[in-house]
């Protein structure tokens, strides 16, 4: 098994968990939750990447990132991405599951420790929720009765 190595490549890295809080969770769930805060995202460890910039080549130094920007007099969240840089509008009236609104704008959810996508296949009768990559498991606990 290979070292476990940072997204630079050459920086060692060791496995993380970052424990989660209710508020938090709603960043993994809801998509309008993730686009009108990206700052928590961050400080999770976690980034939002277009699939195909990446696939054009966002390994070999361009941009990969996405643009997002809350327009809340307009009900819209303005998003785009360095392959589609006219971008476009998201409706922010009704909730949106994440994963089905990061599956129409061809993003995922990335680490920016170890550059990997997250994966988060969760059971809806387990104790906890996790979301992880290579070097990280963000995790919540439902409190048990």
Request: charged share 15%; hydrophobic share 40%.
């Amino acid at each position: 098994m290979s070292p476990l190595v940072a997204i630079d490549g050459r920086t060692p890295l060791t496995r993380t968990v970052v424990p989660l809080t209710l508020p938090m969770l709603s960043l993994f769930v809801d998509g309008r939750e993730t686009l009108r805060h990206l700052a928590a995202l961050s400080r999770l460890r976690v980034t939002l990447v277009c699939r195909t910039c990446l696939q054009q080549g966002g390994r070999d130094g361009r941009q990969t990132g996405v643009v997002v920007v809350d327009r809340p007099a307009a009900g819209v969240v303005f998003v785009a991405c360095p392959h589609r840089p006219i971008g476009g509008t998201v409706q922010m009236a009704q909730p949106l599951n994440l994963q089905s609104l990061l599956l129409a704008l061809g993003w995922d959810l990335a680490c920016t420790v170890c550059g990997a996508t997250l994966e988060g296949d969760n059971d809806p009768q387990a104790t906890a929720f996790t979301v992880r990559c290579p070097c990280t498991t963000r995790e919540y606990r439902y409190a048990v009765a």
